[in-house]
C-alpha cells in the first residue's frame, strides 16, 4: 500500500516556475515508477511526466517536453516535479500515482493516487 500527499501548487504568472512535490508513504516506493497527471474543469485526467523507479528513465507528453522536468529522491520517499515557462493552458489539478513497472502514460494502469493540488497560471 503506498499513500501519495502532493503539495507546491498554487497561482502563478505565464512564464514563472512552481515545483510539487509528491511525499509517499510505504516502505516500497522505490520499487514505484511514478507519475504525474493533470485534470483541467470539464477535461479528462492526461498524463504529464513520469519517471522510472530508478530515476534513469523518464517519460514525457509532448505538450510539457522542455518545460518539466521529473525527479525522485527514494531515500526521502518523495517526487518532485519542476514545471517552468508555465502557460495559462497548463493550470489544472495536478496528481500523482504509483505503478508497479516502467513508466508510461496509462491512466489506469497507475494503482494509487494522490488527493491533488491546483496549479493556476494567469496570463
Known amino acids: 500500500q503506498v499513500q501519495l500527499v502532493e503539495s507546491g501548487g498554487g497561482s502563478v504568472q505565464a512564464g514563472g516556475s512552481l515545483r510539487l512535490s509528491c511525499a509517499a508513504s510505504?516502505?516500497?516506493?522505490?520499487?514505484?515508477?511514478m507519475g504525474w497527471f493533470r485534470q483541467a474543469p470539464g477535461k479528462e485526467r492526461e498524463f504529464v511526466i513520469a519517471?522510472?523507479?530508478?530515476?534513469?528513465?523518464?517519460y514525457y507528453a509532448n505538450s510539457v517536453k522542455g518545460r518539466f522536468t521529473i525527479s525522485r529522491d527514494n531515500a526521502k520517499n518523495t517526487v518532485y516535479l519542476q514545471m517552468n515557462s508555465l502557460k495559462p493552458e497548463d493550470t489544472a489539478v495536478y496528481y500523482c500515482?504509483?505503478?508497479?513497472?516502467?513508466?508510461?502514460?496509462?491512466?489506469?494502469?497507475?494503482?494509487?493516487w494522490g488527493q491533488g493540488t491546483q496549479v493556476t497560471v494567469s496570463s
Open positions: 519517471i522510472s523507479w530508478s530515476g534513469d528513465t523518464t
Open positions: 500515482a504509483a505503478k508497479r513497472g516502467i513508466p508510461n502514460a496509462g491512466r489506469h494502469e497507475y494503482d494509487y
Open positions: 510505504g516502505r516500497t516506493f522505490s520499487s514505484y515508477a
